[in-house]
């Protein structure tokens, strides 16, 4: 999420005077970007899904064919989790309800102090409950063969290790490299058995597979053609879920950033990005890094861990940190034999051979995305 010196905020307001007013207030302030101004209710929930602001502002008047409560209420049931500051005036009040979907709300006439405090406000207030109560990592790469789905799977079952609740969502939708790496059969169900309408908690339990190390995973489709069914909705559905259900949640994602990987990347708290010492990794690595920050994405949000580290085929760690502009968080050196091994059985290394250094560094990994020590542990 931003922080409140870049909120990105999208509003629903069909009163040229009142959208006039919000414009002219933050035509003289640094802190919110407005990204768009919508008359028509019904274009709102689409365009929050291509424009992934960090705030919604709906006037709860708004005319035409979805009025300000129905607006109010798709917003709530999209699966998108994006707070909702409600306009409204002193003949209408209204009590704020997150239950409701309505985080705060913004009685007219506001100064430019009132609005831009509010909207930091349900930030704040936003992301430190969902820090508390949940922490989402999606691990991902742009590219293959970096130990992507192996770092997430053991990451997985370490901060099982640590008393923490934990889901593993197969975000490669297309070949299913977990189900793949646990030699799940195809018979278990996937994220396309949970219903396209309304996901209840019941319904996600029904269709996770218990692994033997102790943690649910909810598996991608069993073949390649029906990666195409899972949509943007059925991920942000499922992710605002599994946050109600579990203390963690760790998404092995797709290489290739498709609306479905940004919406996983979009839902998390955590871009935990992989990348070695491979000149074509760190290129494609820096190339996202420029694309993630043009999105919004802050540095507190992506995170580097260097697999293999001990490998560095020449490459410095001084020069890896110049190419990804600071020094990375995390360092996992390499164990081929065990890592291997441990694969081919379909089990967690970190189970398998818990004190090899390899298991250690992953274990410093999750203890730090836990909140159980202060700092990265990288080695210098």
């Given amino acids: 999420m931003a922080t409140t010196t870049s909120i990105r905020l999208l509003v629903a307001e069909d009163v040229p005077q009142v959208s006039q007013h919000v414009r002219n207030l933050l035509s003289i302030q640094s ?3 407005l990204l768009e101004v919508f008359t028509d209710g019904s274009k709102v929930v689409e365009a929050t899904r291509q424009l992934r602001p960090d705030v919604v502002m709906v006037d709860l008047l708004l005319q035409g064919k979805v009025k300000g409560p129905q607006l109010i209420e798709k917003l709530r049931d999209s699966g998108l989790d994006i707070p909702v500051v409600v306009l409204t005036v002193p003949q209408h009040p209204l009590a704020r309800d997150p239950n409701r979907g309505i985080d705060a709300v913004l009685t007219l006439p506001f100064s430019g102090f009132e609005l831009v405090n509010t909207l930091a406000h349900v930030m704040t207030d936003r992301q430190s409950r969902a820090s508390g109560a949940c922490r989402v990592v999606s691990v991902f790469s742009p590219k293959g ?3 992507k789905t192996t770092i997430a799977f053991n990451l997985a079952v370490s901060l099982s290790q640590l008393g ?6 197969d975000g490669s939708l297309q070949y ?4 793949a790496l646990l030699k799940v059969p195809d018979d278990v169900p996937s994220i396309l058995d949970l219903p396209t309408d309304r996901v209840q908690e019941s319904d996600l339990r029904d269709v996770m597979w218990r692994d033997p190390a102790g943690i649910d995973i909810l598996l991608a489709p069993p073949r390649v053609e029906m990666a195409e069914m899972v949509t943007v909705r059925d991920v942000e559905k499922t992710i605002s879920i599994l946050r109600r259900l579990y203390q963690a949640v760790v998404i092995d994602t797709p290489t290739v950033l498709s609306e479905v990987t940004l919406a996983f990347l979009d839902a998390c708290d955590v871009i935990l990005s992989i990348v070695t010492y491979d000149f074509t990794t ?3 690595t820096v190339a996202v890094g420029e694309a993630f920050a043009s999105i919004g ?3 507190e949000k992506v995170h580097y ?3 293999r580290a001990d490998s560095s085929g020449g490459i410095s760690r001084d020069e890896l940190a110049r190419a990804l502009g600071r020094r990375p968080d995390f360092e996992v050196v390499s164990d081929g034999r065990l890592v291997v091994q441990a694969n081919n059985e379909g089990m967690p290394f970190v189970v ?3 004190e090899a250094a390899v298991s250690r560094d992953v274990r410093r990994v999750a203890a730090t995305i836990a909140g159980r020590t202060a700092g990265a542990p990288v080695r210098h």
């Fill in 282 to 284: 760190i290129h494609n």
């Fill in 305 to 307: 861990l260097v697999n």
């Fill in 145 to 147: 063969g970096v130990g």
């Fill in 176 to 179: 299913g490299d977990l189900r």
């Fill in 297 to 299: 994405y802050t540095a």
């Fill in 352 to 354: 398998a051979s818990p």
């Fill in 164 to 169: 923490v609740s934990t889901a593993l969502l």
């Fill in 31 to 33: 802190q919110v970007k």
